[in-house]
């Protein structure tokens, strides 16, 4: 059975970076493409990017040059940074299996941007 | 990008139809596949992939769940509703990147 499971911090202060993990078991990272997707307060889904099989990443233009995804295959996790957090990135982080479709979902870790 | 257009919330009976609408501001569809997906989202809990490219239902979700649609407007049926179908959903896109979400169609009881 596929599980992904986020950790981090859920608290950070505003123009510090967010930094998450997504660990997985049942499935290899080094397959598929795993990726991050927040829901705002309010109920607005926001998908952030994804990093492929090969370790090639994608991202929402809306993220800029503040995201970073990366893994780290012998533990079979990847990672979110967001640099320079406003309170607009508080939100519920979510990691997810797919490139094109998201059939398999971390449980999610909300994260408050606040001093 | 692309922007998906939902119904904030629909009210429904037990045991009656539901149908969830989702119109997209350009056509999803390429080479015969609609690049349209339907997700449930319980309180607390993460969404759960219901329907993919537009109609193949994903696995271990019950048959009353079905999709439709082409182009620019896509439908998701729950028929009968049933008391565990109480939830908000959501229909993604995948045609083009960034990848985008409509805003939501909580479903209630009437």
């Known amino acids: 059975e596929v599980q992904l499971q986020e950790s981090g911090p859920g608290l950070v202060k505003p123009s510090q970076s967010l930094s998450l993990t997504c660990s997985v078991t049942?499935?290899?990272?080094?397959?598929?493409?795993w990726g991050w997707i927040r829901k705002f307060p309010g109920n607005k889904m926001e998908w952030m990017g994804y990093i492929s099989y090969s370790g090639s990443t994608s991202y929402n233009p809306s993220l800029k040059s503040r995201i970073s995804i990366t893994r780290d295959t012998s533990k079979n996790q990847f990672f979110l940074q967001l640099n320079s957090v406003t309170t607009e990135d508080t939100a519920t982080y979510y990691c997810?299996?797919?490139?094109?479709?998201?059939?398999?979902w971390g449980q999610g870790v909300m994260v408050t941007v606040s001093s | 990008d692309i922007v998906l257009t939902q119904s904030p919330a629909l009210a429904v009976s037990l045991e009656q139809r539901a149908t969830i609408s989702c119109k997209t501001s350009?056509?999803?569809?390429?080479?015969?596949?609609?690049?349209m997906h339907w997700y449930q989202q319980k309180p607390g809990q993460q969404p759960k992939l219901l329907i993919y490219e537009g109609s193949n239902l994903a696995s271990g979700i019950p048959a009353r769940f079905s999709g439709s649609g082409s182009g620019t407007d896509f439908t998701l049926t729950i028929d009968p509703v049933e008391a565990d179908d109480i939830a908000t959903y959501y229909c993604q896109q995948s045609k083009d990147y960034p990848r985008t979400f409509g805003g939501g169609t909580k479903l209630e009881l009437k």
């Open positions: 350009q056509n999803v569809d390429n080479y015969g596949i609609s690049y």
């Open positions: 997810a299996n797919g490139g094109y479709y998201f059939d398999y």
């Open positions: 049942g499935y290899s990272i080094t397959s598929n493409y």
